[in-house]
């Protein structure tokens, strides 16, 4: 008789609209995506970037330049911040620090005059504003990473950092062509009031968050804060994932920073835009905006956790192209297109690598890493802005586009071939094929699973699946790391996709062969230390879910060969006729795993299917929410 089976608790959290801790997070960050916008903007003409002779990709990089200096050394400070003093705390002190500075830089410029009638400003005073409003975003960046596994569930990160970064774009939209407007026709005081009033009312949302307890706190209870940093150092250096992506979002980072240099020189030199040069600035940089909207509602749709890694590194190769494009053309509106694109790729990576590392990252550790990735982030960043500011031109700024774009190419091309080709199946293609489905399915079916711990990692495997499409072999085989060896017809296996059979070796049977003789064939296979899927069923269920009489061939074949039996439940598979609907019709499908058994070697074969049956529906029984009610057909077995 079969173990009793837990019901299995895979209840969805509610949904994000619904959490009033993520809702106003979401709401400061929108208060914060604004008024960084404000201050970049109010800064250009501040600095003199509507002059004849300027140069716009010099005073942009310098406007980086001293913003992003501070995160070098206050990014560890504030991840040290996030994982010792309570985090909501920290973000209040940091939006209401930044509304202060705001107030003394509303007293920098005189009241009631546009970005066109400012008159020269003392550019030290600028920068200081620039870099005490960055110190604090230095803090505020790590912080707020850190506190969103502590409000939103683990399965709900994607989404959650698409919203997060989706909010923050939209602000920043808003921010560059209200400011753009504001600057243009109105008064540059009046705009920085508004962002001041902003980082101060939103800012004080913090303090009416229910963060839940962090965990973990005890491991460090009794080290010093130097012994925590390196510690932190030591875990980044030897959890190689981890560093990878820390490594590639630094690289990512400073290809950012020329690009929104590069955005201004293209504005002057390509497109000479000389009239209302700040508002088709804004407009262009607002598209970059978009891409990065459109971005995160990309990854809320197919929310990739696993495969993560072949999504960014496709996006960073398609990235790089579009880069190459953007520094040939000539064409305004054309470079609103592929501006569009660029922000899109980078923020489809920059949110992955975010949830990534949330994900394998202890909360407890998570702020001082996300302390270091800042740091790393930003130590090429400041390199690049500074170089900008100081040594390019427009016209260098431009051609830098190219060598950089080759090089996110050729990363993206190294780790594409080391990851596809990388993994546990037997060949290189199989691999490459194998993380193709993992995609696939996990965007196309929302493909989860169940106990797949289940299924042994070594010797002789039978799993036992109910049949319900055409597609339960590739859901089968993408949600495990073994290669499952399925049965089919010899007169199928065409030699034109011979390539195909060497990648998934399947058990080809002649139809006019005895049963005996195709028992041996699978019990060779077995005896090899294979994974065989057969579904006990012997057809497909198509329109109906019901579960058919058993076959009794998968009973003599599990006593001949010495396998375990690991029951199988499929659920959600899309219910047409036409198997062909089975692959392009979407749907939400789960897969359970049972425990893996041995049946009696001298049991009847009836019993062994009828244990089997047994073992399967209670697989279902425990599947709450299962899309698949329907009665199942008869118990007994049909003829062999």
């Known amino acids: 008789m079969p173990q009793a089976v837990v019901p299995i608790d895979e209840r969805r959290p509610p949904p994000l609209w619904r959490n009033l801790s993520f809702q106003l997070m979401w709401l400061s960050t929108a208060a914060s995506g604004f008024g960084d916008r404000m201050i970049e903007l109010v800064a250009l003409p501040m600095l003199g970037v509507l002059g004849d002779s300027a140069q716009a990709a010099s005073i942009t990089a310098a406007i980086y330049f001293w913003f992003f200096l501070p995160w070098l050394f206050i990014s560890p400070f504030g991840g040290w911040l996030a994982d010792t003093l309570p985090r909501k705390w920290v973000m209040l002190g940091c939006d209401e620090g930044r509304a202060a500075l705001l107030l003394l830089a509303a007293f920098m410029v005189p009241a009631g005059l546009a970005a066109s009638q400012i008159p020269p400003t003392e550019n030290w005073k600028v920068y200081a504003i620039l870099f005490g409003v960055g110190a604090l975003a230095a803090i505020f960046s790590p912080t707020r990473n850190a506190l969103i596994p502590q409000i ?154 696993r495969e993560a890694d072949t999504v960014v590194l496709a996006v960073v190769f398609v990235t790089g192209l579009v880069l190459i494009v953007l520094g040939l053309n000539r064409s305004y509106p054309v470079a609103l297109v592929l501006a569009t694109l660029v922000g899109f790729g980078g923020g489809v990576v920059m949110i992955m690598i975010a949830t990534q590392i949330q994900l394998i990252t202890p909360n407890f550790i998570l702020g001082r890493v996300g302390g270091v990735r800042e740091v790393l982030s930003n130590v090429i960043a400041v390199a690049v802005n500074f170089a900008v ?218 019993a062994i299917m009828a244990d089997l049956r047994r073992r399967m529906l209670a697989l279902r029984d425990a599947l709450p929410g299962r899309r698949d009610t329907e009665p199942t057909a008869p118990v007994a077995a049909a003829a062999p």
């Open 152 to 305: 939103v569930p683990a399965r709900q990160l994607n989404p959650a950092n698409s919203m997060i970064l989706g909010i923050g774009v939209i602000a920043s939209l808003i921010g560059y062509l209200l400011g753009g407007w504001l600057l243009k026709e109105y008064s540059v005081r009046n705009g920085i009031i508004v962002a001041l009033l902003c980082y101060a009312v939103t800012g004080l949302f913090w303090a009416f968050l229910r963060p839940a307890p962090r965990t973990g706190l005890d491991v460090e209870r009794d080290l010093s804060e130097w012994t925590r940093f390196v510690r932190a150092i030591t875990y980044i250096r030897t959890h190689r994932p981890v560093l990878r992506l820390i490594l590639l979002n630094a690289l990512l980072w400073s290809v950012a920073m020329v690009v929104a240099s590069a955005i201004a020189a293209l504005c002057k030199q390509r497109y000479g835009i000389t009239t209302d040069f700040m508002w088709w600035f804004a407009i262009m940089s607002a598209m970059l905006g978009v891409g990065m909207l459109l971005a995160a509602a990309f990854v809320t749709w197919i929310n990739v956790r």
């Open 389 to 606: 500011w100081q040594y390019s031109a427009d016209s260098t700024l431009i051609v830098m586009l190219y060598p950089l774009a080759l090089l996110l190419m050729g990363i993206a091309i190294y780790g594409l071939v080391r990851h596809l080709v990388g993994g546990p199946m037997p060949s290189g293609l199989g691999n490459l094929i194998w993380r193709s489905l993992r995609v696939y399915t996990a965007v196309w079916y929302r493909l989860r699973w169940i106990g797949r711990d289940h299924v042994p990692h070594a010797g002789p495997v039978i799993l036992a699946p109910n049949h319900t499409a055409g597609l339960d072999p590739f859901l089968l085989q993408a949600a495990l790391p073994r290669l499952v060896c399925w049965l089919m017809l010899t007169e199928y296996r065409l030699r034109i996709a011979w390539w195909l059979w060497d990648t998934c070796q399947p058990i080809a049977l002649d139809r006019d062969s005895s049963d005996m003789n195709k028992i041996r064939q699978i019990v060779g296979r077995l005896r090899q230390d294979a994974v065989v899927g057969i579904f006990p069923e012997g057809e497909l269920q198509r329109t109906k879910r019901q579960l058919m009489p058993f076959q009794p061939g998968l009973a003599v074949i599990a006593k001949r060969s010495n396998a375990v039996i690991v029951p199988v439940w499929i659920d959600g598979t899309p219910k047409w006729h036409n198997m062909i609907w089975h692959f392009l019709i979407p749907s939400r499908c789960t897969i359970v795993f049972g425990e893996p058994y041995k049946p009696d070697p001298h049991g009847d074969n009836e």
